[in-house]
């Protein structure tokens, strides 16, 4: 399946929903809520599995990241972005932050990490994406640090990440086309073996027709030579 900003929207919409952070990395119960995403999403026509959702999001997540490297390495002010650019950068960013919390207090107790979850997603769902933003941006330009003015050493640094960063993202875009092209052959391979199904379904009718239609010939035959003897007597 081809992703656009469209339906990335959609499943990192449907992730804060479920919030497969409620449970520790690895773990059944987050495979499940994965798995529950995906659900939800197949629904809405996308061709997905627990890992595709997966892998789609954890490379989301490693591509907003090189370009919030990329923009602080090079002017330290971000490029100019589409609402629906935007709303999907939130919408990482919300997540990222959940999986951070999850990862940093690994023996919280569950069920009161779910009413904290629950209620945060409730007053999300709430705002709006502006006033989400507004809500975030205080606290964003009091944590950011001052810009510091370019280095011979910070610029081969940058170049470095760049490069280390492009090396996993291009891992990840052959790993999502290697599963992709599995998909498919493993859905032609099903299809071949639907078909030859039918066939042999098809085959043994069309022997059973032949066998009924020789059946039906044979008793006319002994009803004809019946009919013959019983004339012949009389």
């Known amino acids: 399946m081809k992703w656009d900003e469209a339906k990335d929207i959609c499943l990192l919409k449907e992730a804060t929903m479920q919030n497969p952070f409620l449970y520790r990395k690895g773990s059944s119960e987050r495979g499940k809520i994965w798995s529950s995403v995906a659900a ?15 892998d789609r999001y954890n490379f989301l997540q490693k591509k907003m990241k ?13 490029t100019a972005e589409t609402d629906k650019q935007g709303e999907l950068r939130q919408l990482l960013e919300d997540l990222g932050n959940q999986e951070e919390d999850a990862e940093q207090l690994p023996k919280q107790n569950e069920e009161e990490k779910k009413r904290d979850d629950g209620r945060e997603v409730q007053k999300r769902a709430c705002e709006s994406f ?22 011979g050493g910070d610029t081969l640094v940058f170049l470095q990440q760049k490069l280390e960063m492009e090396r996993e993202l291009k891992s990840e875009e052959l790993a999502l086309r290697k599963a992709e092209i599995d998909r498919k052959e493993l859905e032609e ?8 199904q039918l066939q042999t379904q098809q085959l043994q009718m069309q022997q059973q027709f ?6 039906t010939q044979n008793m006319m035959v002994m009803m004809m030579q ?4 019983n004339s012949n007597e009389q």
């Open 130 to 151: 502006v006033e989400t933003r507004k809500r975030l941006s205080s606290t964003e330009t009091d944590t950011q640090p001052k810009k510091k003015r370019n280095t």
């Open 189 to 196: 391979v099903r299809h071949n073996k639907h078909l030859e």
């Open 66 to 78: 090189r370009k919030n490297v990329e923009d602080q390495r090079a002017s330290g002010l971000g």
């Open 210 to 215: 032949l066998q009924l239609q020789q059946q």
């Open 226 to 229: 019946t009919l013959s003897k």
């Open 40 to 54: 939800v999403l197949q629904k809405q026509g996308f061709k997905v599995d627990q890992r595709a959702v997966r």
